[in-house]
């Protein structure tokens, strides 16, 4: 296999895969293979006909479908969908908790203890958690909240039984679930169906003292309608590593909302991407090459 990798090549990746005996190369050097982590603006605008397939450093790709990438014909695509089921499962893991024990109210004069002890709750206490969007990081996530024992829902496209959910139900079904669930975990791709699926219609379905957890994609959700949700005690509060616009202006009324915890995208780091982008890119060839689908095809009409 003859691979390239862009904007700039990654040497840990080059490295292992001229370990398993591939050659990497320019992109005009006819590649079997293009190993993309850049974003839309940097893709290039025609591809070598020699290019077997492109696989995308990157699980959520929804950037680059917008941009047209995923429309041209004659290419197939593989994103890096459980790349980074662990990380990401982890880092949500921390925003439910922090979100639960309201830690975006601390203030260092320590004048918000009192609230704080009074409205902190915790997973161990019967809790509900909804996870919309349940592919390989929700059941991930569902793994790190078991020493928890919360009730889990699991919202998938398909209604698919997701190991380890206690229920798990189609996104078509997913009305229901937003007045039961203590914990509303987003991590469902960015699509046309899911765009703006958190607004105001479901936050009053909430509980008032839910949490919202977004670790999907800021577009799922309705920021104006989250801001007044929050100003108005409509639910609990909000954690997010994911925002719509992104980065926030300074000046957005998120920062100013004692009940909101923003993180800056990084429930996972490019560095994973570099340690473990190789080995995904050797599945995909090797499928291809069987002549099968690659496990991380993207499916070009859902965007994912």
Excluded at 151 to 180: C, F, H, K, Q, Y
Excluded at 203 to 208: C, S, Y
């Amino acid at each position: 296999m003859k691979f390239a990798i862009l904007p700039t090549p990654w040497s840990s990746t080059v490295d292992e895969l001229e370990g398993h005996g591939h050659q990497h190369v320019d992109i005009d050097d006819n590649p079997d293979v293009l190993i993309y982590h850049g974003g839309a603006e940097d893709f290039p605008e025609a591809l070598p006909d020699s290019i077997q397939f492109v696989q995308f450093a990157w699980a959520g790709i929804d950037a680059l479908d917008s941009a047209g990438i995923l429309a041209r014909t004659g290419t197939r695509w593989a994103n890096a969908a459980g790349l980074y089921d662990d990380t990401v499962a982890e880092s949500t893991l921390a925003l439910i908790l922090a979100g639960l024990h309201q830690f975006a109210r601390v203030t260092p004069d320590g004048s918000t203890k009192a609230a704080i002890e009074a409205e902190s709750r915790y997973l161990v206490e019967d809790m509900t958690v909804a996870i919309i969007g349940a592919g390989g990081i929700g059941t991930k996530l569902i793994e790190f909240l078991a020493p928890f024992n919360p009730e889990i829902i699991a919202v998938n496209r398909s209604g698919r039984p997701v190991a380890g959910a206690d229920e798990t139900l189609p996104m078509a079904e997913a009305d229901g679930v937003w007045e039961r669930a203590d914990v509303v975990v987003l991590l469902a791709p960015l699509t046309a169906a899911t765009r703006g699926k958190v607004d105001e219609k479901v936050l009053n379905k909430m509980k008032q003292s839910a949490v919202l957890v977004n670790v999907g994609r800021g577009p799922l959700v309705v920021t104006d309608d989250l801001v007044a949700a929050l100003d108005n005690g409509v639910i609990a509060g909000a954690a997010l590593d994911v925002t719509d616009p992104e980065p926030l202006p300074a000046d957005h009324p998120l920062w100013e909302q004692d009940r909101c915890l923003i993180t800056p995208h990084t429930a996972s780091t490019p560095r994973f991407g570099r340690r473990r982008i190789a080995g995904l890119t050797l599945k995909n060839w090797e499928a291809l090459s069987d002549g099968n689908q690659m496990p991380t095809e993207v499916d070009v009409e859902q965007g994912y």
